[in-house]
Structures are given as structure tokens and as C-alpha cells.
């Protein structure tokens, strides 16, 4: 009798941990897929999603607990098959919905952050898919045009922020911006995009993303509400004054006396490398982050 009470009682034990744990995934599906009433911002959008999760998890666990554990079973049974045939895993939402706080030098009263859409995890993955740093053709590419500017006594004083700049200036003197076919969000491969050098500007973040990476630097790829754009880590907080004598002396007149744009996390300091910038750390075409999608060393 005694053992059976305690069965009973590890079972309900076990039924409310799973009760517990099913309310942020129920969220997070709540969320993708019903918009926000009006103006209402997504932190009180999101809540009220958890919420209504936490209650739906309730009245199914009372209702029938069978169901409760079905409904478990089914979300880690798509995890693991996404992660074994798609390499989609929770790092996506953890990025979607890790909400921090970005220093912008071009406006300190202001923060941008985090504000995750319908699509953005499955973007990306597109994006980390789309990814090629250890292909030889775009290891060559990068090794070429990170020694093309900027001679060797640069080198000697800057380090290796004279290969990035290098990759950027080449990149972005010689892009074109074309547009993806009709109804479609193509994402072309660095083998691609660095014989053509054009395309729309999540081919642009792809391939400089992948060139930085190609040649020991680590780099990320920003998603904003209608753009995508490559940061790269130049250094941490204590290196700002020299990265900023940096940029002003390899590039003078594009920076002409203007600001140079980072966001810092954990101390790191990453600097736009987009192409809407006439330099490194130019001026963000948009404060407001969706996601930001980061790469293994």
C-alpha cells in the first residue's frame, strides 16, 4: 500500500513538472502565430501568451493528464527530429527571446533590443545554413581581399582589424544590390555571391559573415525589421579609443569627423559591417533588433 502511495505520488510529481515545462513552448507558438491587438508592445503581447499557456496547461493536466504527457512527448519528439535532420534546436528561440539591453554610441538615451517575429527563428537557421567560413574557395576569396588595402605598417600598429576592414572595403565597393526573384527569399551561398558580387542584403551579410570567419575573426549576422546585416567582434570596451583611431585613420574621408556605431555584449564590442555604411561602425539603417544569430568558434 505504502509503495503504491508513493508511486502515486511520483507520478503527480512527474505530471506537474511536465505541466510546468510545456507553458514557454505553448508560449512561444502562441506568440508566432497570434499578432499583437493594435500598437500593444511584445513584452505584454508575450505575457499575456504566457498566461493563457500556463492556463491551458492547467485545465488539460486536470482535464486528462494522458493528454498532458501526449502534448510533452510530441514537443520533444519534433526538437529531436528537427535537430537531427534540420539542425534546428532551442538555441533559436533561446535567440529570439533572449531580450537584453544594446549600448548604441549614436544615441546613448536610447536602447534598441530584442523584439523576435513570426519566421525568425526558421530564418536563422536559413541563415547558419547558407554559411560556408570553412569552404576553401571562400577561405581564398577572403584571404585575397583581406591583404588587398591597407599595407603592411597598418598591420604592424592595427593587428588583424586590418584584414576586416580590408574584407569590408572590397565587399562593399564593389556590391550591387539586386533583388530576390518575384515571391521568393532567396539566400545565396558565399561561393555565389563572391563571384557575382550582388544581391540583396541578406546575400551581402552571408558572405561577409562567412569571409570575417574564414580568416579567424568571429562575426554574427543582425536581423532587423526589414534588414539583415553582418557585426563583426573587434575588441572589447577597453579597446574602444583605439578601434575608433583605427577606423578614423584607414578610413578618413568616409568617416569624415562622424560616429562610429557598436553594439556591446558582454563587454565585447561589435561593429556594423553593413553595406549601408561607408565605413566600419557606420550608422544603423535600423535600431530595433529582431534577432541576432551567432556562430560556433
Known sequence: MLQFLHSLRLMNLTMRFIQIIIVFPMAVLFSFYVPPYNSMDYELHFLLCLLFSAFISVVVTRYSPKLTLLLFVSILGLFGFNSTFKNQTFEGLYDDYNALLVNMTSNPHKVSYFKPVRGTYF????????????????????????????????????????????????????????????????????????????????????????????????????????????????????????????????FPD????????????????????????????????????????????
Not at 534588414?227 to 578601434?243: N, P, S
Request: hydrophobic letters at 35%; aromatic letters at 14%; a negative charge.
Open 254 to 297: 568616409e568617416i569624415a569627423g562622424g560616429k562610429i556605431h557598436f553594439h556591446e555584449t558582454g563587454g565585447n564590442l561589435w561593429i556594423n559591417f553593413d553595406y549601408t555604411g561607408s565605413h566600419p561602425g557606420g550608422p544603423f539603417l535600423e535600431p530595433e533588433l529582431y534577432s541576432v544569430i551567432s556562430f560556433e568558434k
Open 123 to 250: 530564418q536563422n537557421q536559413r541563415v547558419k545554413s547558407a554559411m560556408q567560413p570553412n569552404d576553401p574557395r571562400v577561405r581564398a576569396f577572403a584571404v585575397e581581399n583581406s591583404t588587398r588595402y591597407f599595407h603592411d605598417e597598418y598591420y604592424q600598429k592595427f593587428g588583424k582589424l586590418t584584414r576586416y576592414f580590408s574584407l569590408f572595403k572590397y565587399i562593399r565597393l564593389n556590391w550591387k544590390y539586386v533583388n530576390d526573384p518575384l515571391g521568393m527569399d532567396y539566400y545565396s551561398p558565399p561561393i555565389e555571391s563572391m563571384g557575382l558580387l550582388a544581391g540583396d542584403c541578406d546575400d551581402y551579410a552571408i558572405l561577409m559573415a562567412s569571409s570575417v570567419m574564414a580568416i579567424g575573426g568571429e562575426a554574427r549576422v543582425v536581423i532587423s525589421p526589414s534588414h539583415m546585416y553582418t557585426e563583426v567582434k573587434i575588441g572589447t570596451v577597453d579597446d574602444l579609443e583605439k578601434i575608433s583611431f583605427a577606423i578614423r585613420t584607414l
